[in-house]
């Protein structure tokens, strides 16, 4: 409860420093949309040659994408720039201000920075997802594609626990500056159907580096034919790793030392 | 040069001081390259060719696309702008050297250092997945693709350092860089072969110099352009090269009539 308290007054902090700098809201909009639009010609450009990906539709196929952004969305504004800065942070021996605060180290060093200026990228995804809908051939029922939305955050924690766990290994190796190329090539994975995923790779990216479920489970379920056990799953193993990279976290917070 | 040399020197040291993290960098980097073969496994399974693209030459060209994309992307904005936003370039506007040259010359040690981790696992995956792949390759196949590398590592770094000193003039760069980072991908062909595109918009795009990263080599690589095409694409890059080299010549000389440094 206290490290919530702290959480919302991170926010408080940050929503500020958006009205602050109002222009970065403008860029951020022109930023998704280059972002959303790139691989939205990707897509289109892909089914002028086939029918289906992994046997699911363009319509499909681009809702799965638009819970890929939301999901990223949730990650730009709360967490991302911390933790492409977290590396430097730790380098230079700045986490002092983190770990001698009564509050959970990790919340203030991961939640420190807002991009509250990334909500404007939510209006894109809103825009990518209205679209994908208008390519579906059977309608999505309303309630289950809130109930995709509530699931993308979960996506979102999810995430946070992976990239928690690889930040964590900073403690280690000291210099992680790759760290924000990291984020963006693991997330790729996410992006389209894990159908398409065989083998022991679909295997791993499913099971043990759950990345595949990321944007896949909250689009199955607003269509509707999700698969209950793989979603227990997917409940499951982001309670297990955001609860095993918390203990991982304190492990490695064993090693770091100040520069003061 | 011999500047250049030394810089290069301080450059491959950067490199090498913290060696773990070039190799699990190389094994997290290959999940995008992964990701799209699998989607286009998954095409190729409804068709046999894509604009004349066969799967075994479409895994070929994201594959070694993402081999050129290790060689010459220097991201070299985002330190730029830290530097210059941190004050931590004083140091190099008192010595003297070339900012340009110092930055130009360590990138390359440092790109270096990561080609040589990242060429095992391309030699395992063509190694073990030949069947997939289209390996063969003439002598003057490859000095072409040698000379368009040393020429896009140069225009690469001029696009780069070009982002970078933006930080000069605007305090949110953050998101720049990302647009950067989109449009090269779109427009260089590292998100699908531009041959998928539409002749008129094709013909836009090689007059930019974003194609001579990814699309234009793997058109050498396959011989599918005439010797004319190749003179003319080497040339429009040489004279991008001029243009990104005037253009950054005179934002450096703008930024730093701007810039603010504050002493101790």
Redesign the interface.
Known sequence: MHNFKVFLQLCSVNLKVLFTYRASFYISFVLNTVWVMSFLIFIEVLFTQIQTLAGLQKGQVLLIMSFYYLFQNIGDILYRENFESFSEQLRKGELDFALVKPASSRTLIFFHRMRFDFLASFLVTLLQCVYSISQLNTPVHPGFLIIGVLYSFVGAVLFFSILSIIATFTFWLIKNESLNSLIWNLSQVARYPRGIYLGIFGKFVTYLLPLALLANIPAEISLQFQENTLLAYFISITIFLLIFSKIFWDFGLKRYSSAA | MNKLKAYFNIGIQNGL??R??LF??ML??I??V???L??W???YE??DT?QGYTLPMMMTYYVITRLINRTIST?SE?EIAREIKEGEINKHLLKPMSYFTYKFGERLGIRLITLIINIPLYIGIFFFFHQYFILTIDLTTGLLLLANILLSIHLFFLISYFFGMTAFFL??T???F??KD??I??LAGG??PLQ??SPNIRDILYILPFPYFYSFPMDIYFHAISNTTIIRGFSIEVIWICIMTYVVHIMWEKGIRRYEAVGI
């Open positions: 001081q913290h773990f993290q699990y960098w997290l980097n999940f995008p992964i990701a799209f699998f989607v496994w998954n095409v409804q068709v894509i991201y985002i305090t949110e953050h998101a720049l990302g647009i989109h449009l991908s779109i998100l699908f998928l595109l």
